[in-house]
């Protein structure tokens, strides 16, 4: 793949996708593995899948996250997750930012360069922090991320722009902790879920949060590219802490944000949002993943969910259901003469183009 020396740091390896189809299959189901390539059109309207679960990052494009959700709406076929409108949005960093300050949500002072040659807001204060404005998985941010001076800025802007092809996202740096919420759910996930007691009155569950400190990792203060493809044990690996250590009302509030950040965009069953406090302790909302990584003890939802004790059945098959529910594959407990939702048919293909995301 041409492009810098993180592109493609997001493809999932082949192991991750034998263990979602292990965990699907477990509950009855079949499944089949199909790329999200060129092909891919052919192969929908041959095998007309009854639901895809869908993982497909997309190869190009700035709202290539929606590409395949795009597809399978024209082929009416159900999927999982967020659909098309809310993955492009939250591919696109900048235009998450726009919504979430317009709704009122805490989030640093930003400002989006096309060029790199447009004047610097008057609200910005250095230092900063400079990422390219559609990337995952931590690509385009190392040390040299972080700006103390406008000469400085400028360099860095420029780079992102030539090297990723794409805007660049100019942020306020955050000094503070850095954690990851996931978010699981929505109001009526209750009714659907083979686990309703997880769900509270809002229909979210609150998982445990997770504190990255990197601090003491190979990128110090950041929590990029370098940093995520780190597994436990190797050297310069960040910290994960999970549960953190955090006291109220900053937990509470932390989890209510993420929620709040999620249905903002209008983000469906599941996602991971990341937040960092400021210099005075406020969090402030930094990117949402619509599609978080599902490697099991690696990627961040599934350490979330695993320090609250769910397997990694459970959190596929959760996803799964609940996003069959949205299609009405799946009876609603109050309609089911036992509360136990029916099965949804057997037929799941997985959808996937192989990216290894946290």
Same mark, same amino acid.
């Given at each position: 793949?041409?492009?810098?020396?993180?592109?493609?740091?997001?493809?999932?390896?082949?192991?991750?996708?034998?263990?979602?189809?292990?965990?699907?299959?477990s509950d009855g189901h079949t499944t089949v593995f199909i790329p999200a390539?060129?092909?891919?059109?052919?192969?929908?309207?041959?095998?007309?899948?009854?639901?895809?679960?869908?993982?497909?990052?997309?190869?190009?494009?700035?709202?290539?996250?929606?590409?395949?959700?795009?597809?399978?709406?024209?082929?009416?076929?159900?999927?999982?997750?967020?659909?098309?409108?809310?993955?492009?949005?939250?591919?696109?960093?900048?235009?998450?930012?726009?919504?979430?300050?317009?709704?009122?949500?805490?989030?640093?002072?930003?400002?989006?360069?096309?060029?790199?040659?447009?004047?610097?807001?008057?609200?910005?204060?250095?230092?900063?922090?400079?990422?390219?404005?559609?990337?995952?998985?931590?690509?385009?941010?190392?040390?040299?991320?972080?700006?103390?001076?406008?000469?400085? *800025?400028?360099?860095?802007?420029?780079?992102?722009?030539? %090297? =990723?092809?794409?805007?660049? @996202?100019?942020?306020? !740096? +955050?000094?503070?902790?850095?954690?990851?919420?996931?978010?699981?759910?929505?109001?009526?996930?209750?009714?659907?879920?083979?686990?309703?007691?997880?769900?509270?009155?809002?229909?979210?569950?609150?998982?445990?949060?997770?504190?990255?400190?990197?601090?003491?990792?190979?990128?110090?203060?950041?929590?990029?590219?370098?940093a995520k493809t780190l597994h436990t044990g190797d050297a310069d690996v960040?910290?994960?802490?999970?549960?953190?250590?955090?006291?109220?009302?900053?937990?509470?509030?932390?989890?209510?944000?993420?929620?709040?950040?999620?249905?903002?965009?209008?983000?469906?069953?599941?996602?991971?949002?990341?937040?960092?406090?400021?210099?005075?302790?406020?969090?402030?909302?930094?990117?949402?993943?619509?599609?978080?990584?599902?490697?099991?003890?690696?990627?961040? *939802?599934?350490?979330?969910?695993?320090?609250?004790?769910? %397997? =990694?059945?459970?959190?596929? @098959?959760?996803?799964? !259901? +609940?996003?069959?529910?949205?299609?009405?594959?799946?009876?609603?407990?109050?309609?089911?003469?036992?509360?136990?939702?029916?099965?949804?048919?057997?037929?799941?293909?997985?959808?996937?183009?192989?990216?290894?995301?946290?």
């Open positions: 793949m041409d492009g810098p020396a993180d592109a493609g740091a997001e493809f999932d390896r082949k192991e991750t996708i034998q263990e979602i189809q292990s965990a699907i299959e390539d060129a092909n891919l059109p052919f192969a929908l309207a041959h095998i007309r899948p009854d639901i895809c679960f869908n993982l497909s990052e997309g190869i190009y494009g700035d709202a290539r996250e929606a590409q395949i959700p795009a597809l399978l709406e024209l082929f009416r076929i159900p999927y999982t997750a967020s659909r098309v409108l809310t993955n492009a949005i939250a591919l696109d960093k900048t235009m998450t930012k726009r919504i979430w300050r317009d709704k009122g949500l805490p989030t640093a002072a930003f400002q989006e360069f096309l060029r790199g040659d447009e004047p610097l807001a008057d609200d910005l204060e250095f230092p900063m922090f400079i990422k390219p404005a559609s990337e995952g998985t931590g690509m385009g941010m190392d040390a040299g991320s972080i700006v103390y001076d406008e000469k400085s *800025l400028r360099t860095r802007i420029n780079w992102v722009i030539q %090297n =990723y092809h794409q805007p660049a @996202l100019v942020e306020e !740096y +955050l000094p503070g902790r850095e954690f990851t919420v996931a978010v699981m759910g929505r109001e009526d996930a209750a009714r659907f879920s083979p686990r309703p007691s997880i769900y509270e009155a809002d229909g979210f569950h609150r998982f445990p949060l997770l504190e990255v400190d990197s601090s003491s990792s190979v990128t110090p203060g950041i929590y990029g590219h370098s960040p910290q994960f802490i999970c549960p953190a250590s955090v006291k109220e009302p900053l937990a509470s509030s932390l989890q209510d944000l993420a929620i709040k950040a999620h249905k903002a965009i209008n983000a469906l069953d599941v996602s991971r949002v990341d937040i960092r406090l400021d210099k005075n302790g406020v969090p402030c909302l930094m990117e949402i993943n619509t599609l978080p990584g599902m490697t099991r003890g690696f990627s961040d *939802l599934c350490v979330i969910a695993e320090a609250d004790h769910w %397997n =990694y059945r459970e959190i596929i @098959l959760e996803i799964l !259901y +609940l996003g069959a529910s949205r299609y009405g594959m799946i009876m609603p407990r109050d309609k089911t003469a036992r509360g136990i939702p029916v099965q949804i048919p057997d037929f799941v293909p997985l959808m996937q183009n192989q990216r290894h995301s946290r």
